[in-house]
Antibody
Framework: EVQLLESGGGLVQPGGSLRLSCAAS????????MTWVRQAPGKGLEWVSA????????YYADSVKGRFTVSRDNSKTTLYLQMNTLRADDTAVYYC????????????WGQGTLVIVSS | QSALTQPPSASGSPGQSVTISCTGT?????????VSWYQQYPGKAPRLMIY???KRPSGVPDRFSGSKSGNTASLTVSGLQAEDEADYYC?????????FGGGTKLTVL
């Protein structure tokens, strides 16, 4: 069974940093692309970033480019999202998902971790 | 990076069919056959229902179907059931990025 477990969310002040993790199990992590998608409270889904299985290809949404960095450790089957210079509009539930970035198809999703940016 | 356009709400009675549209541009929906649809219940993670316009992952009922014409994709739910009441999001590959629709709340009357 595919399992994706996000962690690292919490309350952070504007301008601060946070690192999210997504621990994966139940599938060949080193063969699958991964993504981060967020959802602001009461709002729709917003694609944030994607990383290929070998970390050779990385994409970002314009809204986070230059502030967020996605990475993965295939030996630990873990995906990361380093978030810097956080703003109030980064407040959201952050989901990780696995799938195929060449088609932006995401087969399995974690339950999400809540990030609140507020003073 | 504009979101894809979906109607905010849709509804139908049990047993009926309902279609949700998703309009983009030639840079996303119209340019690739890589449209996906996700179902999301309140407080839960999204679930993939349709991928590559009209393909169903295993476990998804065949009441769910997808199609595309030009810059507009559609999700049709036939034989509506109470459990189909949820939010539905379309998504498309857009060349080195992904893009979602604003979501449609499907109500089963």
């Amino acid at each position: 069974e595919v399992q994706l477990l996000e962690s690292g969310g919490g309350l952070v002040q504007p301008g601060g940093s946070l690192r999210l993790s997504c621990a994966a199990s139940g599938f060949a992590f080193n063969s699958n692309d991964m993504t981060w998608v967020r959802q602001a409270p009461g709002k729709g889904l917003e694609w944030v970033s994607a990383i290929s299985a070998d970390s050779g290809t990385i994409y970002y949404a314009d809204s986070v480019k230059g502030r967020f960095t996605v990475s993965r450790d295939n030996s630990k089957t873990t995906l990361y999202l380093q978030m810097n210079t956080l703003r109030a509009d980064d407040t959201a539930v952050y989901y990780c998902a696995e799938g195929l970035m060449n088609t932006m198809t995401w087969d399995n999703w974690g339950q999400g971790t809540l990030v609140i940016v507020s003073s | 990076q504009s979101a894809l356009t979906q109607p905010p709400s849709a509804s139908g009675s049990p047993g009926q069919s309902v279609t949700i549209s998703c309009t983009g541009t030639s840079s996303d929906v119209g340019g690739y056959n890589y449209v996906s649809w996700y179902q999301q219940y309140p407080g839960k993670a999204p679930r993939l229902m349709i991928y590559e316009v009209n393909k169903r992952p295993s476990g998804v009922p065949d009441r769910f179907s997808g199609s595309k014409s030009g810059n507009t994709a559609s999700l049709t739910v036939s034989g509506l059931q109470a459990e189909d009441e949820a939010d539905y999001y379309c998504s498309s590959y857009a060349g080195a990025r992904g893009v979602f629709g604003g979501g449609t709340k499907l109500t089963v009357l």
